[in-house]
């Protein structure tokens, strides 16, 4: 995605900085700076407005080229799912079409967060992505799987539950095969995030080591930096915090201990 948005995104990336020089918020979270509002503030408004006219431009350009991202029309989501399925299976080892869906819920269910746009065209997206949640709910029931979605407060999970597969729930694949936010936690209780951003230029720039946990953990860039931005935040309050389900540090430290 970064690449559809790139001119917003380093938009924002700006906006974030001047943000916390102006507003001497060095504490404030990135998921902070998203949610806070602008109230009579001249200098925020105005800076969100522009962010905002480009992503417009951009969103777009990539609805009118038809490019997947996370938050597209549910019309090119539709149109696409086939293809970036046969890349999935084709680039996984053994793996299905419920092991696609089980991928498209990781990437995320009905929130668009990492940009703040303007609430109209936050809903335009998240309409879209609600409408994403129903077909792969559909998909998974063909598939004899029924997924539902929970309303945690602040935000969204799923629950699973299996008619003729629950072999398929408690299945844990090899390391390779873990789920983005599993995969974070390893890197992360191995001191290797942590180590990393210590080293120029992931010091102050998350989305070089995004790319480079992308390259890691063969996960795509847009989907690996908002875990690293969860990370900041507290598992209580992140929703994409990979610690905030707590069965994704207990699996890791058990393959942990058991080498």
């Not at 480009?54 to 938050?71: C, I, L, P, Q, S």
């Not at 086939?82 to 999935?88: F, G, I, T, V």
């Not at 936050?122 to 029924?146: G, H, P, Q, T, Y």
């Not at 080293?199 to 996960?219: C, G, M, Q, W």
Request: hydrophobic letters at 35%; glycine letters at 4%.
């Amino acid at each position: 995605m970064e690449n559809l948005f790139k001119k917003t995104t380093n938009l924002y990336e700006n906006y974030k900085e001047s943000f916390v020089s102006r507003f001497n918020s060095n504490q404030m979270t990135d998921e902070e700076i998203v949610l806070f509002e602008p109230d009579e503030n001249d200098w925020v408004i105005s800076e969100l407005k522009k962010i905002n006219k480009v992503f417009e431009r951009e969103y777009k350009r990539a609805v009118d080229d038809k490019k997947y991202f996370y938050g597209c029309t549910v019309e090119i989501y539709m149109t696409t799912y086939n293809s970036r399925l046969r890349n999935y299976i084709n680039s996984k080892t053994e793996a299905d079409e419920l092991d696609f869906l089980f991928s498209e819920l990781e990437v995320g269910l009905i929130h668009f967060i990492g940009l703040r746009i303007e609430r109209e065209n936050l809903e335009m997206i998240e309409r879209s992505l609600f409408k994403r949640f129903l077909f792969i709910k559909r998909k998974c029931c063909d598939l004899d799987v029924e997924i539902e979605l929970i309303n945690n407060g602040t935000d969204y999970s799923y629950k699973l539950k299996a008619n003729n597969l629950d072999h398929l729930i408690d299945y844990e694949p090899e390391i390779g095969f873990y789920s983005l936010p599993k995969k974070i936690v390893l890197l992360n209780e191995l001191g290797i995030i942590e180590f990393l951003r210590t080293k120029k230029p992931f010091d102050h720039n998350r989305n070089a080591l995004a790319k480079v946990i992308s390259r890691l953990t063969n996960e795509g860039t847009t989907t690996v930096e908002p875990s690293l931005r969860g990370l900041d935040g507290s598992p209580e309050t992140s929703p994409n915090n990979p610690y905030r389900n707590k069965k994704n540090l207990q699996k890791v430290e058990t393959f942990l201990s058991s080498l």
